[in-house]
């Protein structure tokens, strides 16, 4: 019986255990618990076709940034244009000569990025290039024969409005060159560009990237304006419709002719003004100059000579302009 009652109450200590701890257990589930580290909010998704720059294939994550206002970029393309004119007599003087291609999809902005490098500057020594299509003649040439002669002398800079690449791109993507044709280009071009470099120029590489849907409002923006409608040709109107064929070309274009001594740098299209302002920045940075206009005297105008006698003859025996705008 003794040990009866022992066991009884080794049970009843137990359960009394038991009991604590459920209890325990429950003020523990009911107590509030320490408060989390609060996490960083996520960033809102960007719309389908925002925040996203498509390198072709490969769409690239980018900074969004709000479009820089018209105050602030006419003032800022302003700054740049005179260092542009610094840059153009440094070039003059040191005897550079400098080779600069603008290569991109059609409708990217590369016309008016070169309209804006070359508005300050003199077209003596700053010169676009800009061939059309190759005569019978030219086709029989060896391919880059044709591009020689526009570039530049001592104290030259030449911007090509598509240049050499075209074989690599709307002649590859069209069928206008045949299979050995394309493959030689791709063997011969770094070693083309490595010969110019050697010689003395100073070869620099712009590829403008534009997304599929800028490109569209682009296109549509032409044809509705009577003043860019000259600028979508057929052949605009067909590449639009290869975009693929045209991305897989440029892929390949990049992976034979992106070498060290002539790197291909990338331009964000999509927004003009930014892509205007930051080739243009770049630009003058891939070119070493020094002020050299600040170093001048003061230019003064000499003083006119003395009237002769010169009597001008009477207006009404000239043909004028109709003065039909007037204020």
Not at 214 to 235: A, G
Not at 292 to 315: A, D, E, F, H, W
Request: hydrophobic letters at 35%; one cysteine or more; glycine letters at 4%.
């Amino acid at each position: 019986m003794q040990e009866n009652d022992e066991e009884r109450k080794e049970d009843v200590g137990d359960k009394e255990v038991t009991e604590i701890k459920e209890v325990k257990e429950a003020k523990e589930s009911k107590e509030p618990k320490a408060p989390k580290e609060p996490k960083a909010p996520k960033e809102p998704k960007a719309a389908k076709g925002e925040g996203m720059v498509s390198l072709e294939n490969t769409p690239v994550l980018k900074t969004r940034h709000a479009k820089i206002s018209e105050e602030d970029y006419l003032k800022e393309l302003s700054r740049l244009h005179v260092e542009l004119v610094k840059l153009q007599e440094w070039i003059r003087v040191k005897g550079l000569k400098v080779v600069v291609l603008f290569e991109g999809r059609d409708a990217a902005g590369k016309g008016g990025v070169i309209k804006r490098i070359t508005e300050p500057l003199s077209p003596r020594i700053v010169k676009v290039v800009a061939l059309g299509t190759p005569t019978e003649r030219e086709k029989s040439q060896w391919y880059f024969q044709r591009y020689i002669p526009h570039l530049p002398a001592a104290g030259e800079m030449v911007l090509f409005d598509r240049s050499w690449y075209n074989r690599a791109g709307v002649e590859r993507v069209m069928g206008f060159c045949t299979d050995e044709e394309y493959q030689e280009f791709l063997r011969s071009c770094p070693e083309f560009e490595r010969m110019l470099v050697r010689s003395g120029i100073i070869l620099i590489k712009y590829w403008f990237s534009v997304s599929d849907k800028e490109q569209e409002k682009r296109f549509l923006s032409r044809t509705k304006d009577p003043t860019k409608q000259w600028k979508v040709s057929p052949m605009d109107l067909e590449s639009r419709m290869r975009w693929e064929e045209y991305s897989r070309a440029k892929d390949a274009m990049f992976a034979y002719t992106d070498i060290k001594q002539v790197p291909w740098y990338v331009v964000d299209a999509d927004v003009k003004p930014h892509a205007r302002l930051n080739c243009i920045s770049h630009l003058l940075s891939q070119i070493p100059y020094e002020d050299l206009l600040t170093t001048k005297q003061p230019m003064k105008l000499p003083p006119r000579k003395k009237s002769s006698g010169y009597v001008r003859p009477p207006i009404e025996e000239q043909t004028w302009v109709p003065y039909k705008y007037h204020g």
